[in-house]
């Protein structure tokens, strides 16, 4: 018995102490592990398309604390994160914090993600924005005739990009831009926030961007592009920071945005006099939905004025603009040639109004002196219907071109309740022609009213546009780091 009872204790003796070093095993793994990286982030969010492989900005030596540039960093990221381009793509993390930067290039088959508290702030050392040659729609930079600073996300000859976020911030520190614009002292033209060129399938989502030093988002001569859930915000009185500006590119849905701007919240492009005609590259097949604009200078949705490459079959619904200039703008002019037409807007709902409806036919600004004046642009196929608008300056103001009016406008189901001190003729119209039903205060005589039975009559397509069949998928990631 005495026997027994011993070699019971050893047995108890030897599992306590067996116990012990699994323990200790598993807590020196552990802490093997927290030396070598830890997961930080378990995230998710829905894109085009999902990563195989990730790193995150301090992998490559990023540091986030407001001061440190973060230009290099960014680029060696990208550049060494590219090599999985074939091997099921890559995703580039962008953990809390503010990080310091001048312009990078990003890579296809590539994420770019930033964490709800991470700001990426532009660099004010012009060093680190390189200068690009100016568009060849152009001609020229639009604050100078040479070149433009590269945009601070750049891509050009990219498929299936990436840049999202769980409403990370994107700050241009514009005001240093906007000074040295007013004054004279740039050379070249301002850098925009996001762009890409000659690209396809392109996702940008989930972002705020402030105070842009120029446009924010610039997709341009680009297809297959989603622009979701962003947030824009600058100065009302800042110089050009359009929101979201498409040009010449097919294939485009905006929507589920907020933008208060200095400039257009979303202008429509496509080249500049007789460089956009000989380019000829339309923007055509985009359509914008559900976006709120505050732009008391510019219009919630522009078309032109650099439309010489054509613009077409544009649909917008669900819009809602407040202390806007204009709810829907047409600009063009005598040497723009190209063409505005097929757009279809419906179910917007406007609050303090300059005009409700504009269309400018005499819009001054021209590249240089070599624009051909007979080249005269064609608008037609404009369609209007289901607006709801109060306390409105002026119902219309529609200008078209002397010998060359603007046709097929038709505008139907509108309700505009003007203001206190609005104009006392609440439509002006010159060389356009259309028609009208249903629409108070009643139109001008170039739009006569159809009757009552006509209130559908202006278009707006049924068919969906193949950016709307565009299946996002959810993506999940743990993210580690050294």
């Not at 070598?36 to 969010?45: A, C, D, N, Q, V």
């Not at 590269?150 to 409403?167: H, K």
């Not at 669900?318 to 097929?342: C, L, M, N, P, Q």
């Not at 119902?395 to 071109?401: C, H, T, V, W």
Request: hydrophobic share 40%.
């Amino acid at each position: 018995m005495e026997l027994a009872r011993m070699i019971l204790m050893r047995i108890q003796v030897t599992g306590i102490a067996t116990l012990l070093v699994l323990v200790a095993l598993i807590l020196g793994q552990k802490g093997a592990e927290a030396r070598k990286g830890r997961i930080l982030e378990s995230f998710e969010y829905i894109a085009m398309s999902c990563r195989a492989h990730s790193a995150s900005i301090t992998d490559f030596g990023g540091i986030g604390d407001g001061k440190t540039s973060n230009t290099k960093a960014f680029q060696d990221a990208v550049n060494h994160l590219s090599q999985y381009a074939n091997d099921g793509g890559a995703q580039l993390y962008v953990p809390a914090g503010q990080w310091l930067t001048g312009s990078f290039s990003l890579t296809s088959h590539f994420t770019l993600y930033l964490h709800k508290d991470a700001v990426l702030l532009a660099s004010q050392d012009m060093s680190e924005w390189p200068v690009l040659k100016a568009l060849p729609s152009y001609g020229r930079g639009r604050d100078a005739a040479g070149g433009r600073f590269a945009s601070l996300i750049f891509g050009t000859n990219l498929t299936d990009v990436v840049v999202t976020g769980a409403n990370g911030t994107i700050d241009g520190q514009g005001a240093f831009w906007w000074q040295n614009f007013h004054k004279g002292k740039l050379k070249y033209t301002r850098p925009y926030l996001i762009e890409f060129m000659y690209s396809d399938n392109i996702q940008i989502s989930n972002l705020t961007l402030l105070n842009s030093p120029s446009w924010n988002v610039h997709p341009v001569y680009s297809s297959n592009i989603l622009v979701q859930g962003i947030t824009i915000i600058a100065p009302i009185t800042s110089p050009n920071t359009d929101g979201i500006n498409p040009d010449s590119c097919t294939n485009v849905r905006i929507e589920d945005s907020y933008i208060v701007s200095g400039d257009d919240c979303i202008a429509v492009k496509s080249g500049w006099d007789e460089y956009g005609i000989s380019f000829g590259m339309p923007t055509k097949q985009l359509v914008i939905r559900k976006l709120t604009c505050i732009s008391p200078y510019s219009a919630a949705i522009a078309l032109g004025s650099e439309m010489s490459g054509g613009i077409e079959d544009v649909r917008a619904e669900d819009i809602t603009a407040i202390h806007t200039e204009s709810g829907v703008r047409i600009k063009t002019a005598r040497g723009r040639g190209g063409f505005v037409k097929d757009i279809y807007v419906k179910g917007m709902t406007l609050h303090t109004m300059k005009w409700v409806f504009w269309m400018t036919g005499n819009y001054k600004a021209h590249a240089d002196n070599h624009y051909d004046p007979n080249a005269l642009p064609v608008i037609q196929g404009i369609n209007y219907r289901d607006i709801m608008a109060d306390n409105v300056s002026m119902a219309a103001r529609l200008e078209g071109i002397e010998g060359d009016p603007f046709t097929q406008i038709c505008i139907s189901n509108v309700t505009i309740g003007m203001a206190a001190k609005a104009k006392k003729v609440p439509w002006t119209c010159t060389d356009v022609e259309g028609i009208s039903s249903g629409v108070s205060p009643r139109p001008c005589d170039q739009l006569p009213d159809q009757g009552p039975e006509k209130i559908t009559a202006c278009d707006f397509p049924a068919e969906p546009l193949s950016i709307d069949r565009v299946v996002l998928k959810s993506c999940t990631y743990r993210m580690k780091y050294t």
